[in-house]
């Protein structure tokens, strides 16, 4: 979808899930070995993404102003479960939560918004507001009002929209 530059640091783990689905033609890479290989899940862990995916996509709504695409489990009961550990880096002594039981998908979605957080950045990641698109996207606008994946593509035909309307 969106031409854009990855998100930084943890959370392109979160845009890539986010994005494994294509609201406009259905197609899901979780159903792909390819796919799962990519987030480093198995086929038995593809339900459990899917629901942390579209509690994901509600919160990156929420981030660009937009209400949830439809009812999920809210992202902080998802992430509650997540065992983490703060690990201390010796050499400079910086520390970090991370996933404290080999990295399940969920431990290490939640070490990336912990990071994100830390770092300022867990806000600008936000889903596009074209109801057929809803894609992940990281906003690098200076005023962080970013709505689209993509003006040329979905800011357009929103705007093409409203202008018809307008018009009739």
Known sequence: MSGRSPAPGGLTLVEALVN???????????DTRDGRARLGITETEVAAARVLRESLRATLLAHAGHPPHRAVTPLGTLLAGAPLHVAVHPADGSAELVPADGGPLVSRVAAAVAGALVEGTWTRLKACEADTCHWAYYDRSP?????????Q???ARVKMRRYRAKDR
């Open 143 to 151: 005023a962080g009002r970013g709505r689209w994946c993509s003006m």
């Open 20 to 30: 494994t689905l294509d609201l406009e033609s259905g197609a899901d890479t979780l």
């Open 153 to 155: 593509v979905c800011g």
